[in-house]
């Protein structure tokens, strides 16, 4: 039934290196990102506070898809933004990368936000009394809490982004859902072993991530 | 008393939905009354198989579809489209959900082991589309240099990579339609499928003048009609339809009808190979 993996013709752990990849690029700048609009989004300035809430409510109910197409269709094809790359793969690499951090920056912004909302509105207050600016309060007591506090939230959304990469298969990087329809053109006499073989793939993936965060997030909590 | 009213909604809704995926599934019985047939097409490939925005099938397919429906003894009226993609072929026809599927199903042994296929009713073959005053690319070799664009997981792609250009940088995308955006400007310099997709991409009214077929013969992709394993009865008759379809010049006009405003120089019709 999985004969067709020895054929040499398939990369499966090339297909799924791919897909690492774009989960770690894509969850390092959404954690940067989504950081910086939770910033904006608590910030005392209104028109931060306007733009953070503006696009975290338009990006994160525009699917994903289309977000990813249009990040190709718009920025590449018709403006004709290549990203610094030469290759149409890694052209859609760095496209994929760009569009999935502008979407799952909004997820990990509100995560965040909440995490913010669980610090007490005392220390804020008694930092401010110390004399210290709002960039201050926020990079040296709120942050810092805060981020303890939803690591098992974050870890969600990392799990959503690893499965999320998939979709940049439609602007045609070569990760494990583009190698699956490969497969699934050629090998029609085995479409459940090469379904089951990419979704086991991805639990490998995931499983293991939830396990390490959920434990980790017990480690870090603040105990108040 | 609010929650009681949401709960009651939430049944109605589901029990309903219910119902309905229960008609959903009653097509192929229908089939089988002599009633209705239903046959599996492509729905978004002008010149082959398209549902137009009317909600009318049009294309190649869909008039040898209809030809072979007829011989089989269903009038127009009785004939039901369903849509069958790439990957769901042959579930679909193993699972009774369609009688036949016409669809740029290229004839292959990996498919022979789960369905049986009629014909080949068509000769198609991988080719080219460029950009109309394009001069570049007139043979494979020419695309080494060249951005190349097809669809994800299609067998043309995976052809160009692995034989006929493999240094081309090739961009895989989600759609024909993409890599015609893509084509249009000038981001690829060339589209790669079976001629006859080309051909009906090519055709459309907002496209016509802008693109032009190269016409190679990459490779061959004979289109047959897929059926259910071991149904040798319903083999004979579509070949016996098929043939009859050729005889009687209602191929070559179906031919001139969907891929002639193209320009697409079809093969002449194929003999056919698929006897049990």
């Not at chain 1, 977000?67 to 859609?92: E, H, N, P, R, W």
């Not at chain 1, 050629?186 to 499983?207: R, Y």
Request: charged share 20%; aromatic share 8%.
């Amino acid at each position: 039934m999985f004969d067709f993996l020895s054929s040499g013709r398939y990369d499966l752990l090339g297909a799924f290196w791919v897909t690492v990849q774009l989960t770690l690029y894509s969850a390092v700048g959404s954690l940067i990102w989504g950081t910086l609009l939770a910033g904006m989004r608590v910030s005392p300035v209104p028109l931060m506070r306007g733009f953070g809430t503006a696009y975290v409510n338009l990006v994160r109910n525009t699917p994903l898809t289309i977000i990813m197409v249009g990040s190709l269709l718009g920025l590449y094809q018709t403006l004709g933004f290549k990203l610094g790359a030469d290759l149409s793969a890694d052209i859609g690499f760095r496209l994929a990368v760009l569009a999935m951090v502008a979407y799952t920056g909004t997820f990990v912004c509100e995560a965040l936000r909440s995490g913010i909302n669980t610090v007490p509105v005392g220390q804020a207050e008694a930092a401010r009394a110390m004399g210290l600016s709002f960039v201050q309060v926020l990079t040296l007591i709120v942050l810092p809490q805060a981020f303890r506090s939803v690591v098992a939230p974050l870890a969600n959304v990392l799990i959503a982004l690893t499965k999320n990469t998939t979709v940049a298969s439609a602007i045609g990087v070569a990760e494990a859902s583009f190698l699956m329809k490969n497969m699934v053109e050629n090998e029609t006499d085995a479409l459940f072993a090469v379904f089951a073989l990419i979704a086991l793939g991805f639990i490998v993936l995931t499983l293991p991530t939830g396990l390490l965060l959920g434990w980790v997030s017990k480690r870090v909590a603040v105990k108040r | 008393m609010k929650l009681r009213k949401v709960s009651t909604a939430v049944v109605a809704v589901a029990s309903l939905s219910l119902a309905l995926s229960a008609c959903g599934g009653g097509g192929a019985d229908k089939g089988k009354d002599g009633d209705k047939i239903v046959i599996g097409i492509k729905y978004d490939q002008p010149g082959m198989g398209l549902k137009t925005q009317d909600g009318k099938f049009t294309g190649f397919d869909v008039d040898v579809a209809r030809y072979v429906a007829k011989e089989l003894g269903y009038s127009e009226d009785k004939i039901e489209f369903k849509q069958a993609p790439s990957a769901e072929r042959e579930n679909l026809i193993s699972n009774g959900d369609v009688k036949f599927v016409a669809g740029t199903y290229t004839i292959n042994d990996k498919r022979k082991a789960k369905v049986d296929f009629a014909g080949p009713y068509f000769m198609a073959h991988q080719d080219l589309l460029v950009r109309a005053d394009e001069t570049t690319i007139t043979k494979v070799e020419d695309l080494n240099s060249k951005k190349l664009c097809s669809v994800t997981g299609s067998t043309s792609a995976q052809n160009v990579k692995e034989k006929l250009a493999p240094k081309a940088d090739l961009q895989t995308l989600g759609g024909y339609s993409e890599c015609l955006n893509g084509l249009e400007n000038k981001t690829v310099d060339a589209l790669t499928t079976d001629g006859t997709i080309l051909a009906g991409y090519a055709a459309q009214k907002e496209n016509q003048g802008k693109f032009k077929l190269v016409g190679l013969k990459l490779s061959d992709e004979p289109y047959g009609i897929g059926l259910k394993k071991g149904d040798k009865d319903l083999q004979s008759k579509i070949n016996a339809a098929l043939e009859k379809m050729q005889k009687d010049g209602s191929w070559q006009k179906a031919v001139d009808a969907n891929l002639g405003p193209a320009n697409y120089k079809a093969d002449p019709a194929p003999a056919i190979t698929e006897k049990g």
